[in-house]
């Protein structure tokens, strides 16, 4: 798939990244953000995954637009596992 | 409700059995019309989007008004009337046993009057359960740890089956009983029969008897929240959260008095976790609930009188 | 579509012993591969997928316990293996882009190391769950107990239920996680035998490959693993 | 074309390249895979019929008298599980899908045929395991596996059969994650996606519900076994949990796994229906969007299985409206293969038999859906006998009767014998009669009110004539099922040699040899025509036979 060969500087940048993105979410989480302590737990997490996919496991450089609907469409069913199930746990007090 | 659900299955029927003998008719026409004959070979046709598209659209707005009317049945058969006669009740392997508000217990058999709303408010103490009575076409899975709730209106005197319809294991098929629904003249009599204590009074000496009382008091210098008129009312907790006084928050709030702090108080209170039975949850909340019915005052007096006891 | 592959019966392409009989060029054969290791990550996102689902339905109850339950985890030792699990996949990237080059010495360093990392990583967690069994916080175990208070609401002590699902959670799913590290290490073990044959070179190294996007999806999971597990509600 | 030849003058074929029981099981051939798989699911449909032959025996009274309570619960249970896990869900795509995949498009065999060959022994082992569930006591917590009462209640062999079928589902993953990469990356030159027999479109939208679902039910059925084990609490009320959550994770997988089932056998009647009409499927777009349809809003419509379970109204209100989204395309198969047959040359050999019955009793299973979509229904009719008699006419009247459809017109390719057609069709009526004799009657009885899963119902001997109907109508129904096992062994030593082509149908597979040989394809099959090319193939031999 990747004949692509990534520089050894560009690993060492994703890798420092992630260090820095290890460190942040640690540090944001003793600071009180209220609401938003998950939403930036959860946003740095995701940034971190995000370079993975894209530098670490090359999908950046795929020639075909199907790896990344392979991904997407198991993002999407997860999601969907998630949002349909809280469609019943966030709405059981309603009345 | 047995007749409106009965109403939506026989539509259901009469449209599915439309439905299948215009393709039972099409699919035989065809396999005698076009079958193979000498001299006449297949005429190839690709499709036609527009019978496809017919055939897509029209059934789907029949399948909207199933929704539609499926729909508001349920919402029907889910919200109890105000006002519903109340039967308490908890199913255990292999068993039904009810507590009606005038403290009759029953096991398996449940008495109702005729023509009177009745709400069965449902706990398990083991596994799941299901609460069935085909000839008033309800069904509740009972769960342990929460209510649920279900309601119906017998509108003839009778004996009718009630069954378990959720697995529960080994006699799940014995775990049946009867609804025997009376005249109300006869209710009563039944009623009058036991010398029962009526179920919110058992609460009501549970509630001195545990001492409940000492924090939650009639008046506003209490260490819990005044309980009387809560029921059914929106409560503020501590954290900002406004929920609903039902009967699983007040059964939460004896169990687990942690989970939903009301603002302004301490979280102080004891967990009565695996200190109560069911049974005298369920006491202690169809008391916490009369205290709601009636006015604040008479609350009030309930529980004075009650401070007596040591 | 325009992935449709372009198979001749080529024969000299036979002659490749790494192509098997039933593709017809090395391309599709590589492709096959790739396709089907992603599709099995699908798989796996499913499979930790309810998990998280569970997580997520309980931390939405049970925020508070979730919080005080979460804290008394050590920060340190989670921290710390974040960054060793990083590293790891610095280290896999390393060693996929050495077969790409042909430095195949090096590949074999890069997969020892990763293989290090990775028991280093094992390491860290029995010792936080050693801890977790010295201090009771054991769910199912006779005399489980976590002491202590709701974040920020020092009258109100954690409820012992609750906090059981919360390490219930904590060990199906760093148990789970910890389960695909242990395969990983089986894995690159094979791995870094085979290259030290030196089979793996810039024109064939699809299983190094296809083993590296493993290793970066578990290591994907720990990402998420880490900040809701441990970082629960930690601000005074 | 140099077709290889054997010592003994015989062609040579994937069934005698090799002898000796080595060959089969170190074989990585995706055909004798197949048969190895045939041989699995054909043992575990005749166990999990035995139970259900039990079970109707046992409900011939009202009284509890044939067997103990606790033994019913373990015969109904354990014939969900085998039948479910070990013979539906494998069944179509295992064997024929197994084999006739890679002939449909023209390759030499599956991406990976040693991951096929792993999958065949991942679903032995769990079927072993289930065996040894079985013979060890057996197991009783319904085939769903409902916490509290597995995790906490119930002294059988819980952990066993969760094993069971936690190790299956990864034969199920594999076999799908085999055939998507299968699709997308072997195709010969020119087989476009427009122009995949409706059959391969069937299992790749079958591969992707059974990748996406089977992890989500492993992981439940795995914290069952942990919550047993270690008495972890995920979903422990005790605790605080919530044993509807396991209900959720369950039907995730459990729901969409009825299109594991039906979708491979609505692509078997499509080839067989055009086969048979001698036509072009009507609108074979549609159909194949229908098909990928059905697979990615099944996942949407998973809580209609809990409406009386305790979820929230308006999630019911939101499942309930998806679950009649999925009836749409699930119309439009039924009202195309119908408008198929228009005009077409029909002939009445049995695959075709089997394609009629499947499209009667499959509207039928679909249409009841409706009923139990309807919420105010449902409430009444859920747990009872009309769910039972709703499933098994999409499962059985459905998956089962294609799965003998395929079988019938893929047999001669297969084993190289014709069946014997007289036989052939006197099964099939069997089947058919003896289906809905067994199961019509159970929708009453639901309607009426017998809850399903009853032992004993001396309570109420009312329902005792519909469930003596119901029994009756099995024992036609097994010896419609044993007919052509026995027709089918027969045949292989005594059956007509088959010809390369006998119905005369489109599709590359009828292009090769029957039996095939090992790699399928001489030379690399380059494809220039459309599916189902009726078309052509008529006006090349005007009148066939």
Request: glycine letters at 8%.
């Amino acid at each position: 798939m990747s004949e692509h060969i990534s520089p050894v500087k560009l690993y060492v940048t994703i890798w420092l990244a992630l260090l820095v993105g290890t460190g942040l979410t640690v540090y944001a989480a003793t600071v009180d953000l209220g609401a938003f302590n998950p939403i930036v737990a959860l946003a740095i997490a995701t940034t971190k995954a995000v370079l993975v996919v894209l530098f670490f496991m090359h999908v950046k450089y795929a020639h075909e637009r199907l790896t990344k609907m392979v991904i997407v469409t198991a993002i999407f069913f997860f999601l969907i596992l998630l949002g349909l199930s809280m469609a019943d746990y966030g709405t059981r007090l309603w009345t | 409700m047995a007749n409106n659900v009965d109403a939506l299955y026989i539509f259901l029927l009469v449209v599915s059995a439309l439905m299948s003998l215009a393709i039972f008719t099409m699919v035989v026409f065809f396999a005698v019309r076009y079958r193979k004959q000498a001299g006449r070979s297949a005429e190839q046709i690709d499709g036609s989007h527009a019978l496809e598209i017919t055939w897509s659209v029209i059934p789907f707005c029949v399948f909207m008004v199933f929704f539609g009317w499926g729909a508001a049945l349920y919402f029907k058969e889910r919200k109890p009337p105000e006002n519903s006669a109340e039967v308490y009740t908890v199913a255990k392997q292999w068993m039904w046993k009810f507590e009606h508000m005038e403290g009759q217990r029953e096991i398996n058999e449940l008495h109702v009057p005729v023509g009177r709303d009745v709400k069965m408010i449902m706990t398990s103490q083991d596994v799941i359960h299901s609460f069935f009575v085909p000839a008033f076409r309800i069904k509740q899975d009972v769960l342990p740890g929460r209510y649920t709730v279900a309601w119906f209106h017998a509108t003839k005197p009778g004996t009718y089956h009630l069954f378990c319809a959720e697995y529960c294991g080994t006699l799940h098929s014995g775990m049946v009983g009867s609804v025997v629904v009376m005249e109300p003249k006869d209710y009563q009599a039944w009623l009058g029969g036991g010398g029962n204590q009526p179920l919110a009074v058992t609460g009501q000496r549970l509630f001195s008897e545990l001492g409940c009382v000492t924090c939650h008091r009639s008046d506003t210098q209490g260490r819990g929240p005044n309980l009387a008129g809560l029921f059914s009312k929106p409560v503020l907790l501590e954290d900002g959260r406004t929920v609903a006084a039902d009967e699983n928050y007040l059964r939460e709030s004896i169990l687990t008095p942690a989970a939903k702090i009301v603002s302004g108080f301490k979280p102080i209170m004891p967990t009565f976790q695996g200190q109560i039975s069911d049974e005298q949850l369920n006491a202690l909340v169809a008391y916490v609930k009369s205290l709601g019915q009636q006015s604040d005052a008479t609350g009030g007096r309930g529980i004075a009188a009650a401070t007596s006891q040591p | 579509m325009h992935n449709s592959p372009i198979a001749t019966a080529n024969h000299e392409a036979h002659e490749n012993p790494a192509l098997l009989h039933h593709f017809a060029t090395e391309e599709q054969q590589k492709n096959a591969a790739s396709l089907g290791m992603w599709i099995f990550l699908v798989t796996e996102i499913m499979f930790f997928g309810g998990m998280f689902c569970a997580y997520l339905v309980y931390r939405y109850w049970y925020f508070g316990d979730f919080g005080t339950a979460s804290s008394s985890l050590d920060l340190t030792l989670g921290t710390v293996n974040t960054v060793v699990l990083i590293c790891s996949s610095l280290t896999v990237a390393m060693a996929v882009r050495c077969a790409q080059v042909g430095k195949q010495k090096a590949i074999v360093v890069y997969l020892l190391l990763t293989i290090v990392l990775g028991l280093a990583f094992l390491g860290i967690k029995a010792i936080e769950y050693k801890q977790k069994f010295d201090e009771n916080h054991v769910p199912g175990l006779a005399g489980f107990h976590l002491e202590g208070h709701i974040p920020r609401h020092p009258d109100i002590p954690v409820n012992q239920q609750h906090a059981q699902i919360y390490f219930s959670l904590y060990f199906a799913m760093t148990g789970m996680h910890a389960l695909h590290m242990i395969i990983g290490v089986g894995l690159f073990t094979y791995l870094a035998y085979k290259a030290s044959k030196g089979v793996y070179r810039p024109g064939y190294y699809t299983p190094l490959e296809n083993g590296g996007l493993y290793w970066h999806f578990v290591d994907i999971v720990w990402i998420y693993l880490f900040p809701l597990l441990y970082l629960i509600d930690r601000h005074p | 074309m140099a077709t290889a030849v054997l010592e003994t003058g015989e062609r040579e074929t994937y069934l005698n390249k090799e002898y000796g029981i080595k060959s089969w099981l170190l074989t990585v051939d995706h055909k004798r895979i197949a048969l190895l798989y045939l041989m699995g699911i054909t043992f575990f449909f005749f166990i999990g019929g035995f139970f259900a032959l039990l079970i109707r025996l046992e409900l011939l009274t009202p009284a509890g008298d044939l067997v103990q309570a606790d033994t019913y619960n373990k015969l109904f249970t354990m014939h969900g599980q085998v039948m479910i896990f070990f013979f539906l869900i494998p069944a179509v795509p295992a064997v024929l899908g197994n084999f006739l995949i890679p002939i449909m498009i023209g390759a030499k065999d599956l991406a990976f045929p040693r991951i096929n060959l792993l999958s065949w022994y991942i679903y032995i082992i769990g079927g072993m395991l289930m065996l040894y569930t079985i013979l060890n006591g057996g197991v009783d917590t319904g085939w769903t596996f409902y916490v509290p009462l597995s995790t906490e209640f119930l002294k059988t062999q819980v952990v066993t059969a969760a094993l069971a079928v936690f190790i299956s589902g990864f034969s199920s993953i594999l076999t799908g994650l085999n055939f998507i990469v299968t699709i997308h990356r072997m195709r010969a030159p020119g087989m476009t996606w427009n122009r995949l027999p409706l059959f391969v479109w069937a299992h790749y939208a079958t591969s992707i519900i059974q990748v996406l679902g089977t992890p989500v039910v492993a992981i439940a059925i795995a914290l069952v076994a942990l919550e047993r084990v270690f008495h972890l609490g995920i979903f422990n009320p005790s605790l605080g949990g919530d044993p509807l959550l396991f209900q959720h994770l369950f039907w995730f997988y459990s729901h969409p796994a009825v299109y594991i089932m039906i979708l491979p056998g609505m692509g078997i009647i499509s080839e067989i229906v055009c086969c048979f009409s001698r036509k072009r499927i009507f609108g074979y777009k549609a159909m194949a969007l229908a098909l990928v349809g059905i697979a990615v809003v099944g996942f949407l419509v998973w809580a209609h299985h809990m409406f009386v379970a305790g979820i929230s109204l308006y999630a019911a209100l939101i499942f309930s409206i998806l679950s009649y989204f999925v009836a749409v395309p699930s119309a439009i198969k039924v009202f195309n293969w119908t408008s198929t047959m228009y005009k077409g040359s029909i002939t009445y050999q049995t695959p075709m038999l089997y394609a009629f019955g499947f499209i009667g009793l499959f509207t039928m299973g679909g249409l009841t859906g409706l009923f139990l979509a309807a919420l105010g229904v449902d409430v009444h009719v859920t747990d009872t006998y009309f769910v039972v008699a709703h499933f098994h006419y999409i499962m059985v009247g459905g998956m089962v009767m294609a799965y003998l459809g395929g079988m019938h017109f893929w047999w001669p390719k297969i084993s190289g014998r014709m069946y014997p057609e007289g036989w052939g069709r006197l099964a099939a009526l069997l089947v058919f009669a003896g289906f809905n004799l067994t199961f019509f009657p159970q929708f009453i009885l639901g309607y009426l009110g017998m809850p399903r899963r009853y032992w004993d119902y001396s309570h109420s001997p009312e329902f005792q004539i519909l469930n003596v109907l119901s029994t009756a109508g099995a024992t036609i129904l097994a010896v419609g099922y044993l007919l052509p096992m026995v027709y089918f062994l027969w045949s292989m030593r005594y059956g007509k040699p088959a010809p390369d082509n006998p119905w005369n149908a489109a599709g590359l597979e009828w292009t090769i040899p029957s039996p095939p040989s090992t790699f399928n394809f001489d030379e690399q099959p380059v494809v220039t025509w459309e599916a189902y090319n009726y078309d052509e193939i008529e006006k090349e031999v005007p009148v066939a036979q």
